[in-house]
């Protein structure tokens, strides 16, 4: 236990070597700036950059690259409480109440929480990975197809009930996303499916495409019609007092805070799993534990903690087992470990031993980001709400353009640009029918990883759902997610009773 | 509103049927020890369609006070119009005449016509917009943006 705090001191002497401090520096600038762009989050920022990164040395360039991956996160949540529009997916969870907040006028009070919950569940988490390293790897290992399905399941059964929806309609939203991400190409067969004859289609529908066009031009459209562009630009004057009231105020929010953090980091050691599914378990248990539920979604500090720290946890957790037994725990860890690749270093216990330098210092230098990151955009912050400033007839066609390059990068085809329109229309409707469009969201990025965790574990089991039921681990995240699903509904047919959902509107 | 439910919850389960039958025929049973690739969504679409029509029928049910409009008046009619429809002619331009041109067009009107700004901010942004995204796009992350039909802006090409 010593030995790995001993570790850490040593990768932090690596990461504050003067050379090192210039590139964190530049690498959390390059990635806020890449998290603030919604076509562009850090998966997609270290992919672009890793071209110049791997000229330079490699703890160095590592260096870099979790300046850039810090940066994009907060990034991400910046354009999410501001605009809603999550400028990285696992900032979707965070403008449920971080963008009430900024309509509220309390824009600083939601990005300076959302800093420094990220900051202070980052510190803890990169304590518990040097303390818990291997032994907490290796368990995660012993997880098969069905214990991931499983926690998919949970990660949708969380979703039930958000923001005061029907359990119909989300669940409705759920499917929905899920079939829109099986159009297109089969990821275990290879074969073409629910393409509706179309060649465009067989790239299938992605993630950025629908949560570009659902988030950027569909609150576009609900903006428009409650006329925001006649009330102006949103109040949002920042002093200093604002940044630390938020910090007096979440120490009040510890419970929720430890709940985020330690489930966020074990479903980022989870392979596969990354921040995003972490961000809604997290303000889903958040809203579940809460007494006072219906608060949630109206724009309180609460709902902007615990998302951002359980997503903060998890970014450092996937980055477990990426670097202990070279499974990347993420996308964005993936791309990291392509790029260990490119330096010949072959993550695993191997690179532990043979190179601690560039492990530890990775750690370090992850650290060191975070405070970075953090410090860097707490300053910035004046500048982020001067944004809100634009008028509304000028954000119009900035927003509608960066989501058209946002619908492009995709693929690079006119067509995708034209589904996000298509989607943003989808969005409206979403939201004047009252059919939330988060769960639409995490389904879309979740699709693919559902159905291979389910066809996966029906093919261990010759095609029996018993298997599902009978490994314990999973059996548990089944009965756990059944508990989430069914709370909602026991609360609302004990409780008051509920006026038919037509006539609320 | 109650008429807009019930098209929306027809508009799922069209939707679902449409998947099912795409889904059935790419194969959704059991072959080769493992499930055929339209398995998984055959399965979510009867789920959806059950769901949607659960949805209808509680739409049907509904009574038909208390239910405004889709549009609580004719400003915000217009006002989703405005947004929308110039964003369709800005897609329709991109196509024609390429992202940098089409933006130009787009911003100058939008923000002149619709915004109202005073001309001298039109212009600036209308050009400073979209000769900033093509640095940020086209020179520094080299992404090329599409280029359109017919060359307005014959440098680009």
Not at chain 1, 22 to 32: K, L, N, R, S, Y
Request: net charge positive; aromatic share 12%.
């Amino acid at each position: 236990m010593t030995g790995g705090l001993h570790d850490l001191v040593y990768g932090l002497g690596v990461a504050f070597q003067p050379i090192n401090l210039i590139f964190g520096v530049a690498g959390v600038i390059a990635g806020t700036v890449i998290g603030v762009i919604p076509a562009l989050g850090p998966t997609q920022g270290a992919a672009l950059l890793l071209p110049v990164i791997f000229r330079l040395p490699a703890h160095t360039g590592l260096i870099f690259l979790s300046g850039l991956y810090m940066g994009a996160i907060y990034g991400g949540s910046v354009t999410s409480i501001l605009f809603n529009i999550p400028g990285t997916p696992m900032a979707v969870a965070s403008a449920f109440d971080g963008y009430p907040m900024a309509m509220k006028g309390q824009g600083a009070r939601a990005l300076a929480g959302s800093a420094l919950s990220a900051f202070v569940a980052g510190s803890v988490c990169i304590i518990m990975f040097t303390l818990f390293a291997r032994p907490l790897a290796e368990y995660a290992l012993t997880w098969g197809p069905p214990e991931y399905f499983s926690v998919l399941i949970l990660a949708y059964a969380a979703l039930v009930g958000l923001g005061g929806s029907s359990v119909i309609k989300t669940v409705m939203s759920v499917l929905f996303g899920l079939m829109l991400t099986t159009i297109g190409t089969d990821n275990i067969t290879g074969s073409l499916r629910i393409t509706f004859g179309s060649i465009d289609l067989m790239a299938g529908v992605k993630f950025l495409v629908v949560v570009v066009g659902a988030f950027g031009i569909g609150e576009l459209l609900r903006a428009a019609e409650e006329n925001i562009m006649t009330r102006g630009a949103v109040h949002a004057r920042v002093n200093w007092r604002d940044v630390l009231d938020a910090l007096r105020e979440m120490a009040g929010y510890w419970k929720t805070f430890i709940r985020s953090t330690l489930s966020g980091f074990w479903i980022g050691v989870l392979p596969g799993t990354g921040a995003t599914p972490a961000s809604f378990v997290g303000y889903g248990m958040a809203k579940r534990f809460s007494k006072h539920p219906e608060k949630f979604g109206t724009g309180i500090l609460e709902g902007v903690v615990a998302p951002e720290a359980a997503a903060s946890s998890a970014e450092i957790g996937s980055l477990l087992p990426m670097v202990t037994i070279g499974v990347p725990g993420s996308p964005t860890a993936a791309v990291i470990m392509g790029a260990l690749l490119i330096w010949g270093l072959q993550p695993g216990p191997l690179l532990m031993r043979d190179h601690p330098e560039v492990v530890w210092g990775f750690i370090g230098s992850m650290y060191f980001a975070a405070l970075l990151s953090m410090c860097l955009n707490l300053f910035a912050i004046p500048l982020w709400t001067q944004i809100l400033r634009i008028p509304f007839t000028v954000q119009v066609p900035l927003i509608t353009l960066l989501c058209y390059i946002g619908g492009y990068t995709e693929n690079n085809t006119f067509f995708t640009m034209g589904m996000v329109l298509v989607f943003g229309l989808i969005g409206f409707l979403f939201k004047k029918m009252d059919y939330p469009l988060a769960p639409l969201v995490v389904a879309v990025v979740l699709g693919n990883d559902t159905e291979d965790a389910l066809r996966r574990s029906l093919i261990m089991s010759h095609g029996s759902f018993g298997i599902l039921f009978t490994r314990p681990t999973s059996l548990a995240m089944l009965l756990l997610a059944a508990i989430l699903f069914v709370l909602p509904l026991w609360v609302s047919i004990r409780g008051r009773p509920q006026p038919p959902k037509e006539a609320t509107r | 509103m109650r008429k807009a439910g019930i098209l929306t919850a027809l508009g799922f389960v069209a939707f679902s049927i449409a998947v099912m039958v795409q889904a059935w025929q790419a194969g959704m049973g059991w072959r080769e020890g493992q499930p055929q690739a339209g398995f998984f969504p055959f399965w979510l679409g009867l789920i959806l369609a059950a769901c949607g029509v659960v949805v209808l029928g509680q739409g049907l049910a509904a009574s038909k006070e208390a239910v405004g409009a889709f549009f609580h008046d004719r400003t915000a009619l217009t006002s989703v119009l405005k947004v929308s429809v110039t964003g369709v002619v800005m897609l329709a331009l991109t196509y024609l005449a390429g992202f940098y041109a089409a933006a130009i067009v787009y911003l100058f009107v939008y923000t002149r016509f619709v915004g109202r700004h005073r001309w001298p901010a039109v212009i600036v942004m209308s050009l400073l917009i979209p000769i900033g995204s093509y640095i940020l796009f086209e020179r520094t992350l080299k992404i090329l943006l599409p280029r359109g039909i017919f060359a307005v802006l014959p440098f680009l090409q």
